[in-house]
């Protein structure tokens, strides 16, 4: 099983960006598809990017699409969450995830090894 350490959140006025990080370890992180969801207080997790074991086709959630970027060096078994123009109902916590196999998906059923997230506030 794959153990993943989130990094980068915190307060962020809105426009502003940050960028996340997950860092991975064992040795399958480059035959797992990854990928990032969030949780806002008294609402349900749900899905924001993913990304193949490969760095290639990324989906995204439509409310993050344009603004959010998914990447991962495999070098260093780590994956990126760049958050750009960010808006106060971003805010939430965000877990990564590794999927169960190589290719991205957006159901959070096909991931099966999560961190335990990091915190992003955006202020209005």
């Known amino acids: 099983q794959v153990q993943l350490v989130e990094s980068g959140g915190g307060l962020v006025q809105a426009g502003g960006s940050l960028r996340l990080a997950c860092a991975a370890s064992g040795r399958t992180f480059s035959r797992n598809a990854m990928g990032w969801f969030r949780q806002a207080p008294g609402k349900a997790r749900e899905f924001v990017a993913s990304?193949?074991?490969?760095?290639?086709?990324?989906l995204y959630a439509n409310s993050v699409k344009g603004r959010f970027t998914i990447s991962r060096d495999n070098a260093k078994n780590t994956v990126y969450l760049q958050m750009n123009s960010l808006k106060p109902e971003d805010t939430a916590v965000y877990f990564c995830a590794a999927a169960r196999m190589l290719y991205s998906s957006d159901y959070s059923s096909d991931f099966g090894s999560w961190g335990q997230g990091t915190q992003v506030t955006v202020s209005s």
């Open positions: 990304i193949n074991w490969s760095g290639g086709s990324p």
